[in-house]
């Protein structure tokens, strides 16, 4: 684990705002939550460091209080992609932690986060005691298991512009947008295209591309999603 910028308090996990929308933790007892409370750790980490790193071992949970953060993996010639996001009231580092091997993924804050820690030792007990947890933990591996094979399809047989397009709105469902339409996380050509499985310079004529089209408007590292019926569209997701 990397060491964090400094350690912090947050929150009592009953007064988190963010866990309305873990759907691990909202089948907990307010007992659960007190317990949980009391034995976890909150951390900051600044914009870009690493929160765990592929290969190492983890020993436990953590879950997103503020921020974002991104799952990374280095393929061949060390080019990075992107497996997935988190927001806040998002858990990472469970697969890890269930099956006892070495994180298969980097976890990088996109911003300046902060994320609270839970031990394995309490994970485990929970999961022992709550069998709703249980249930939850198997929908969300489950669902895991349903993203990855669906990006790998795409990767396989979509065209570029329809890649590029739905890791917009990929972006958009996992983080939202502004008043005025644009994504709320900003993120570099280079990650958008490590996303999409692309290189960055086709990244960059894409995005020009749907620009020229007003699908979207570029401003700088933002991005606003112009005309939602044509990204989707020309994303090629109507299932």
Same mark, same amino acid.
């Given at each position: 684990?990397?060491?964090?910028? &400094?350690?912090?308090?947050?929150?009592?996990?009953?007064?988190?705002?963010?866990?309305? /929308?873990?759907?691990?933790?909202?089948? +907990?007892?307010?007992?659960?939550?007190?317990?949980?409370?009391?034995?976890?750790?909150?951390?900051?980490?600044?914009?870009?460091?690493?929160?765990?790193?592929?290969?190492?071992?983890?020993?436990?949970? *953590?879950?997103? @209080?503020?921020?974002?953060?991104?799952?990374?993996?280095?393929?061949?010639?060390?080019?990075?992609?992107?497996?997935?996001?988190?927001?806040?009231? /998002?858990?990472?580092?469970?697969?890890?932690?269930?099956?006892?091997?070495? *994180? *298969?993924?980097?976890?990088?804050?996109?911003?300046?986060?902060?994320?609270?820690?839970?031990?394995?030792?309490?994970? %485990?007990?929970?999961?022992?005691?709550?069998?709703? +947890?249980?249930? &939850?933990?198997?929908?969300?591996?489950?669902? &895991?298991?349903?993203?990855?094979?669906?990006?790998?399809?795409?990767?396989?047989?979509?065209?570029?512009?329809?890649?590029?397009?739905?890791?917009?709105?990929?972006?958009?469902?996992?983080?939202?947008?502004?008043?005025?339409?644009?994504?709320?996380?900003?993120?570099?050509?280079?990650?958008?295209?490590? %996303?999409?499985?692309?290189?960055?310079?086709?990244?960059?004529?894409?995005?020009?591309?749907?620009?020229?089209?007003?699908?979207?408007?570029?401003?700088?590292?933002?991005?606003?999603?112009?005309?939602?019926?044509?990204?989707?569209?020309?994303? &090629?997701? @109507? /299932?």
């Amino acid at each position: 684990m990397t060491k964090p910028n &400094n350690i912090i308090e947050t929150p009592h996990c009953t007064e988190c705002d963010s866990r309305c /929308d873990n759907q691990l933790f909202n089948t +907990l007892s307010v007992l659960e939550l007190d317990k949980t409370s009391k034995e976890k750790g909150g951390c900051c980490y600044k914009k870009g460091q690493h929160i765990f790193t592929e290969g190492t071992r983890g020993h436990g949970l *953590y879950c997103v @209080y503020k921020g974002k953060v991104k799952i990374h993996k280095l393929g061949v010639e060390a080019k990075e992609q992107i497996v997935r996001f988190a927001k806040e009231g /998002d858990v990472i580092g469970y697969r890890s932690l269930l099956s006892n091997e070495p *994180y *298969y993924a980097t976890a990088s804050a996109l911003e300046d986060s902060i994320l609270c820690y839970i031990s394995k030792k309490t994970f %485990l007990e929970m999961l022992e005691n709550n069998k709703n +947890l249980s249930y &939850n933990v198997i929908q969300m591996l489950t669902q &895991n298991l349903k993203e990855s094979e669906k990006k790998i399809i795409n990767l396989k047989q979509k065209p570029v512009i329809q890649r590029v397009s739905e890791s917009l709105l990929i972006l958009k469902e996992k983080f939202g947008l502004t008043e005025d339409g644009y994504l709320t996380v900003k993120l570099s050509r280079r990650e958008i295209g490590d %996303l999409s499985g692309v290189t960055t310079e086709t990244t960059i004529r894409t995005l020009s591309e749907l620009n020229k089209k007003g699908i979207i408007h570029l401003k700088g590292k933002s991005i606003g999603l112009v005309n939602m019926s044509r990204l989707v569209e020309t994303a &090629n997701i @109507y /299932d």
